[in-house]
């Protein structure tokens, strides 16, 4: 119809539409800018506002990356005697797949070390030398795409164990000095 229009509103009833347009200047799309996230509703309407197609949700998600938890920030692990390095971050809704990299740069320059995965945790033997790292991760799906990366966080990473502290085998034993 020439004289129908596309509503956009937060509730289903439409009683207050935050957008209206024409349709027949929508050329199949619309731009809308949700104030925030969360469900919406659209529809199209005649002339008299009288609901010409049925009413369809629309789902606006915020774009946040995982948050980073293990390894923390500045933290040594021991990757030796068969032990894997552990990373985890939180979930992000409505997203299965996640990618991690690490680098030996801040800035992610030189990506070192690259995996996705469909879990928040992997525990992996990462093949890089004894040093400092930093990792960092983000949500993949095909359905909204990459989320931005998270906050990158340093690790150093242990490939030895650190030499022991002397034991004392005779406590009655007297050294002069």
């Known amino acids: ?27 199949g799309a619309i731009a809308f800018s949700a104030p925030s996230a969360g469900r919406y509703h659209w529809r199209v309407v005649d002339s008299t506002g009288k609901p010409q197609s049925e009413t369809r949700p629309l789902w606006i998600v915020e ?10 920030e500045g933290e040594v692990v021991a ?9 985890a971050w939180s979930h992000v809704v409505g997203i299965r797949t996640y990618e991690l990299q690490v680098s030996d740069a801040p800035e992610f320059g030189n990506v070192l ?10 525990r992996t033997d990462v093949d890089l030398p004894e040093g400092r790292f930093y990792w ?12 931005p990366w998270g906050v990158g966080r340093s690790f150093r ?3 030895k164990p650190l030499p022991g502290t002397p034991e004392l085998l005779d406590p009655e034993l007297e050294v002069e000095l």
């Open 1 to 27: 119809e020439a004289d129908a229009r596309v509503q956009v509103s937060r509730d289903s009833s439409f009683e207050a539409p935050m957008l209206e347009v024409p349709a027949t200047a929508t050329a």
């Open 113 to 122: 070390y690259q995996r996705t995965v469909d879990a928040t945790s992997l």
């Open 157 to 159: 990473l242990l490939r």
């Open 79 to 87: 990757a030796y005697l068969g032990r894997k390095v552990p990373f």
């Open 136 to 147: 960092r991760v983000r949500a993949s799906s095909a359905e909204r795409g990459e989320s």
């Open 63 to 72: 774009d946040v990356p995982p948050v980073a938890l293990s390894p923390r």
